[in-house]
């Protein structure tokens, strides 16, 4: 597995050999970090990562943030309020300034769609994408499948509910591209509005019958209502979409003992999970965070060359 120098900008930048290998090492370092009784400070390493951040993040920046410091990474941190962004600096003019600084990655949030992949096109360093508009967020992805696999001993054949909004969701786009590449088989469930024409060549299903579904998943996969990407408020109101699509107290009896729930987060409570479901054992949400970090660790670790295990 070398990918060492690489960038990663969607997830058919990885081969499913690579994805598999991302969760096997993710899934050693949990297994390390469990036996520690207390963490051990990281050695440093020597180099540097710089995280720009150019839309709203708490899960994916301070978790690469936390992988960085338990790798021994020096971290440089930029987002667009307080940067020459706001004086009228291009993003482009940003990254090229910050790669000026000699960090040895870059990490990029931003709000327009290829926004990361036109970047790594004018760095000589490796480019993360930490989530670009609509397009793709590639370590959700990635931290996803690691949870996934967590509770399950194979992502193939699985049964995979994802509900909401699939129209503005790189979380869905992204998921979807790494678990069918696994043979997981994936219905979306939303308002027909929320779903955008061509999903059905994406080889998922598509369904607006939420009660129907939620028995025969065996993960159970809820987004954020992307109100702030939404043109036009998109459902006739918050409350009819609880109603059809929310993951409700009532809905809990519905999904299978067996099964996971899930959020990538920030999630609205009251809206597309009560908190009883966050509550719930079979759900992850915060695993999922805690998990993040570990798989932006190995990946950070592997694209640096960068030695882990020790310095957890
Ligand atoms: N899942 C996720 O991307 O969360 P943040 O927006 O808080 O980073």
Redesign the pocket.
Known sequence: MNLLGRSLLDIPDLRPEEVLFLIEEALKLKAFESSQKEQVLPQASGKSVALLFFE??????TSFQMAAYRLGLRVLKLEAVGSSHQKGETIFDTARNVEALSPHAMVIRHGGSGVPGQISKLLKIPVINA?DGFHA?PT?ALLDAFTIRESFPQLRGLHVLIIGDIAHSR?ARSNIHCLRGFGAQITVCAPPTLVPPLATEWGVRVTSRLDEELPKADVVMALRMQTERQSTFQVPSIKEYTSRFGLTDERLGKIAKHAIIMH???VNRGIEMTSAVLEDPRCKVLEQVHNGVLMRAVLLSEILGVPRGKNL
């Open positions: 709203p993040s708490t899960r994916t920046r989530g967020h959700q979380v990538p987060g920030p």
